[in-house]
């Protein structure tokens, strides 16, 4: 059978070495088969947290909404913190920060407890009850999570806001949540530089449309020393503030159901969504898979390089690792500040056991050659994850032998924003591993590839990938938005959630995800909606339409590839490309940024005016050029093809 397949990866299994799987945390090979009673098996994880109340029932399905562990109450921040501190682990590292200049604090779990508590009286004493939402614009600072798990405590829901969205991104985002306080800090680092992210703030806030009480105050933590602006009766230092504040606040028991958070991301529309995720069934599945994926130990050094700001700094930078009483690394920085061996130096100090990144960064250390890692004692790491986009099998094989030097088993994690947790990787101690597939469902978890008209393939052939039972850390909605949120994800296919990617499912049941095949690119693991970039485009005054592709980058997996088409009587000068792009940082962030812009007089459109992404695609890949037998005017291509080069 496996001859057939086409590539030699394809048929190379990594079995992970025999001393680690007899150490593993799981060691049953038929857990697999456990999981199938989804019921059973999600009741018995949800033993693993500290209910104020049971459940009653692990799971109702009101198609295509699902309620987790209803009846049960509890609490993200308590399950995290105060469950720690019984025992042993009060004194043990909680959290380790690695500041991007150098600087170092460690917090232990009493700490953590101690700084959350005060955080969450302070936001008591501005009015923030249960149910309102805080909106939290951070860099990587150990106040970032001492603010989410403060709002966790008193049943606010978090909206983090990566630090790298401009002034508008977070606007957007503050309108959609009304959210009635804003976290941030005077400004970020950068590679030495700094980012004024409350002046971001400051001028975001000014244009926002409140209905109800939204933004009263603004928390400044003080972290670069910039100068600011601080507006009286609005804004608050949180060294000043947080000196008077209780270092006692019981946590507040939220019902299963209730919000966690909101974390806005990407889709195929211009407007991000605000992907809403409840304590329970979040918590259960991020504990769960935290442990169980990345075989987490009581001594482990665990470190996860997302930002806060994306749905992975959420579940297995602070949710799942604390929850499980891990020690995690925070690093604020750039992995190349104030050299290429930033991350190997970290390893080497903390002796990192469990490292978490991204497909991108392992091909920027490729690019950087070996030596920067083997300039460190990194020997401490035993296990390796990836996640955010498909990994390259050559990616795979340089992260395994030049960072986990041929002892650590790799776990490619596939999962979204909206799965919460991760649906589809090894579980290390039990699965073989074959470079750029994510492997398997995770027990109790049901995928399937489908045809077009919804029906599973045979294994050995590609599809689109659905979800058709719930699962416990599902989004619960789209925030304010239950029509969007069946629409956007329940709709394509009957009775499944769509996650929006292709996959191929071999002749052994390996999972291979080989991308979008919606209107999302994947830039370096981010998600930027097309229809983004384009109002982001057009909102400039000389430009009339826009269309945005993803093209094959070889380090950022994606890059943003734009057609532009300027208005009536206007023609291109000197430099007009270079402020579009800038326009759309402006609009967006640096994130988003087209890497080219590609003006033409017209766009190619089908003779119902639709834009060809799918030609446009062809030509910024360089490939032949698909079926164009709808398009309505030919001409148009032509003359792409024939300028694409002059341009360039
Ligand atoms: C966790 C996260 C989700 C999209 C997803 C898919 C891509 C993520 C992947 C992967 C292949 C993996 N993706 N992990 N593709 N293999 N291991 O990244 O969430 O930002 O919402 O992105 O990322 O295309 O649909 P999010």
């Not at 690093?331 to 991204?358: F, S």
């Amino acid at each position: 059978m496996k001859e057939k397949l086409g590539s030699v990866e394809e048929r190379e299994l990594f079995f992970p070495p025999k001393e680690f799987c007899s150490k593993a945390v799981i060691q049953n090979p038929e857990i697999h088969e456990l999981g199938q009673d989804r019921e059973g098996f999600w009741n018995e994880q949800g033993k693993r947290l500290n209910w104020f109340e049971p459940w009653d029932t692990v799971f109702e399905w009101d198609y295509p909404f699902a309620k987790w562990y209803g009846g049960g109450k509890l609490n993200a921040a308590y399950n995290c913190l105060d469950r720690h501190l019984e025992g042993a682990r009060r004194n043990k590292a909680a959290l380790i920060f690695e500041g991007e200049s150098g600087d170092r604090r460690v917090l232990t779990y009493q700490d953590l407890y101690r700084e959350v508590s005060q955080f969450a009286n302070l936001l008591k004493s501005l009015d923030v009850e249960k149910g309102d939402r805080v909106t939290i614009y951070m860099p990587m600072i150990p106040e970032t999570v001492i603010a989410m798990l403060a709002c966790a405590r008193i049943g606010a829901a978090h909206c983090v806001v990566f630090g790298g969205f401009s002034a508008e991104a977070l606007k957007d985002r503050i309108q959609d949540s009304q959210s009635k306080v804003v976290i941030t800090t005077d400004g970020s680092y950068r590679r030495g530089n700094t980012i004024p992210l409350k002046a971001n703030v400051d001028q975001a806030l000014p244009s926002i449309t409140c209905i109800n009480n939204c933004v009263e105050s603004v928390i400044v933590v003080k972290r670069t020393g910039q100068t600011v602006n601080m507006i009286e009766g609005r804004d608050i230092w949180y060294h000043e503030a947080i000196k008077n504040a209780s270092i006692h606040c019981p946590a507040e028991p939220m019902e299963a159901d209730d919000m966690l958070f909101i974390l806005y991301t990407s889709g195929t529309t211009g407007k991000p969504k605000g992907v809403v995720h409840r304590v329970g069934g979040y918590m259960v599945g991020v504990s769960t898979t935290h442990e169980w994926i990345f075989d987490l130990k009581e001594e482990d050094v665990y470190w996860c390089t997302a930002d806060v700001g994306w749905i992975t700094g959420h579940s297995y930078l602070v949710y799942g690792p604390l929850s499980n009483g891990a020690t995690i690394v925070l690093y604020e920085g750039a992995p190349d500040y104030p050299e290429k061996d930033r991350y190997w130096e970290i390893v080497e100090k903390n002796r990192v056991t469990i490292l978490y990144t991204a497909p991108t960064a392992i091909r920027t250390f490729m690019k950087w050659g070996e030596s920067y890692p083997l300039s460190k004692d990194i020997s401490s790491l035993r296990l390796l994850g990836s996640v955010g986009e498909p990994i390259n099998p050559e990616a795979w094989m340089w992260y395994y032998k030049h960072i986990g030097g041929e002892r650590c088993p790799i776990v490619d994690t596939w999962w979204q924003t909206e799965t919460g947790m991760i649906m589809m990787a090894p579980v290390p101690g039990i699965t073989a591993l074959k470079p750029g597939s994510c492997t398997k469902p995770f027990p109790g978890v049901h995928i399937e590839i489908v045809n077009p008209m919804g029906d599973p393939v045979p294994k050995g052939e590609s599809g689109y990938l659905v979800i058709r039972e719930p699962w416990p850390a599902m989004l619960k909605t789209v925030y304010g938005d239950d029509k969007r949120y069946a629409d956007t994800y329940w709709s394509q296919f009957s009775g499944a959630y769509f996650t929006g990617d292709e996959a191929k499912w071999d002749d052994d049941g390996y999972f291979w995800v080989t991308g979008r095949v919606d209107d999302v690119i994947n830039v370096s693991g981010h998600r930027i909606g097309t229809a983004e970039v384009e109002g982001a485009l057009t909102d400039h005054p000389l430009v009339a339409e826009a269309a945005c592709v993803g093209r094959t980058h070889e380090v950022k997996g994606q890059a943003v590839f734009a057609f532009v088409s300027l208005k009536e009587g206007i023609s291109a000068y000197e430099g007009l490309i270079n402020e579009l792009k800038t326009h759309v940082v402006q609009k967006i962030g640096s994130l988003a940024r087209p890497d080219d812009i590609f003006l033409s007089t017209e766009l190619p459109k089908t003779r119902s005016g639709k834009i060809m992404r799918r030609l446009l695609k062809d030509i910024a890949e360089g490939r032949e050029i698909g079926d164009t037998s709808t398009l309505a005017d030919a001409a148009v291509l032509n003359f792409l093809k024939e300028n694409m080069d002059a341009q360039k």
